[in-house]
């Protein structure tokens, strides 16, 4: 991918492509072999042999083949031919994998990539963390709203019944005199 002097010259854009790289798959955030292969500038088959060669030091939370579903995933996320591709599986990298791949590939070039896939994965399980923690605050929030919402349509409805209650006719209060016999005959000829 780049020379050791240019792996520091363009550090902000391979920590960049890192960071696109590495995505959650199984509760944890992994980085696949194809994308560590280029990274270190090695073919993935190469990459998968001293793997293999060193395989005691990858137990599964270090290091997993990628099931069928994953696998096609991954094909339809990053691969864009149907016939290329591996032809013995993927295997995704966590964090504790990135780790130990540091005594496995000890080139200069392997060792500064490695540091800066190390910190590129801080990067973003740091970011992760902030993102959930702004997620729970967002649900505080969104929880404390609608019991918000509870006691503005109760006072809603209490506002209502008084509205309906002003509207009716105020019931008349006091003395009140009959009209005298004559003035109800009068009134009822004069409607007709």
Known sequence: MATTNSITKYEGELRKAIQDRIFPMRGTEVILDFHLAQFYGVETKALNRAIRRNFKRFPNDFM??????EEEFVKSKFLTTTWGGSRHGFHAFTYKGIAMMSGVLTSAKAIQIHLLIVRTFDTVRQMLKE????ARKLLSIESHLASQDEKIYAIYEEVQGLLEAKSKPNP?????????????????????
């Not at 997993?64 to 579903?69: C, E, G």
């Not at 004559?182 to 009134?187: D, G, M, W």
């Open 64 to 69: 997993f083949a990628l099931n069928k579903s």
């Open 131 to 134: 993102d959930e923690d702004f």
């Open 172 to 192: 008349r209060f006091g003395f009140v005199q009959e009209p005298h016999a004559e003035y109800k005959a009068t009134k009822k000829k004069q409607t007709k």
